[in-house]
């Protein structure tokens, strides 16, 4: 049976959420006309603005590492508001995806929001079915969208 945990990030982490990231998102500009460096170029570039915008946004939240069996495989950026949860990335290896590992970090999550009594909101690019449905399959509902996005919530059931 494996073992799924979560730790802070530290700076030695820079090289695996490098590597995650380009695993995640480089398929995306595979088919981009741009030599191979270039490609490169702009997923590192991309990466960094990723890394920045978030840490700007969220600036006291902070990112952990997803470990299964003590092998980093993911990350999960959840940062905690006053009014509720806000999970801001989630990413997986993809050879590792659609085995369980994310539906069971959101469920961890949703734990704690209950008990809180507080929602989870997520916001999914309307070009990501598979997300989409990930976040409804965890009964996230669409709040409000616009044209890049869907805004979604997830509400703690009333306890009984």
Known sequence: MSFLAVRPALPQ????LHDLYFAVRGPEFALAPISEAQRLALIEMQFRAQMGAYAAMYPNSCYHIVLLDSRPIGRLWVARQEDG?????????????????????????QADAQQAKLPIRS?????????????QRLGFQIVREDAMHFHMEWQPPPLL
């Open 13 to 16: 982490d820079e090289v695996f």
């Open 85 to 109: 949860y806000d999970l801001v990335d989630i990413a997986i290896l993809p050879d590792l995806r659609n085995k369980g590992i994310g539906a069971a970090l959101i469920q961890r999550l």
């Open 123 to 135: 916001t999914v690019l309307r070009f990501n079915p598979g997300s989409l449905r990930f976040h």
